[in-house]
Nanobody, 121 residues
Framework: QVQLVESGGGLVQAGGSMRLSCQGS?????MAWFRQAPGKDRQFLVY????????YYADSVKGRFTISKNNAKNTIYLQMSSLKPDDTAVYYC?????????????????WGQGTQVTVSS
């Protein structure tokens, strides 16, 4: 069974930076970050392959957010910079159950509990 635990959320001022972490236990594959703002659907942000050799970003965060992975720790990170109030959301980590790629929620089998990120203006 795969478990994902996010950490690193909190309150930051607009223009600031924050790094989120997601530690996986069990066999993870493609791992991704999503976010969900109040009253909105969950939004794909970025994924990274199991080997960490490939990643794909949503246009909304390209250039501001960077995903990385420590394979030895089975942990992915999301470095966020130039944060805006619109980035306020609960951020979720997810993993597929095989060697698949995707940007939709349905592509991912395992989910973390989420971590709140609040960007103040």
């Amino acid at each position: 069974q795969v478990q994902l635990v996010e950490s690193g959320g909190g309150l930051v001022q607009a223009g600031g930076s924050m790094r989120l972490s997601c530690q996986g236990s069990g066999r993870t594959y493609t791992m991704a970050w999503f976010r969900q703002a109040p009253g909105k659907d969950r939004q794909f942000l970025v994924y990274i392959t199991r080997s960490a050799t490939d990643s794909y970003y949503a246009d909304s965060v390209k250039g501001r957010f960077t995903i990385s992975k420590n394979n030895a720790k089975n942990t992915i990170y999301l470095q966020m910079s130039s944060l805006k109030p619109d980035d306020t959301a609960v951020y979720y980590c997810a993993s597929t159950s095989g060697y698949t790629l995707g940007t939709s929620e349905s592509s991912y089998t395992y989910w973390g509990q989420g971590t709140q990120v609040t960007v103040s203006s």
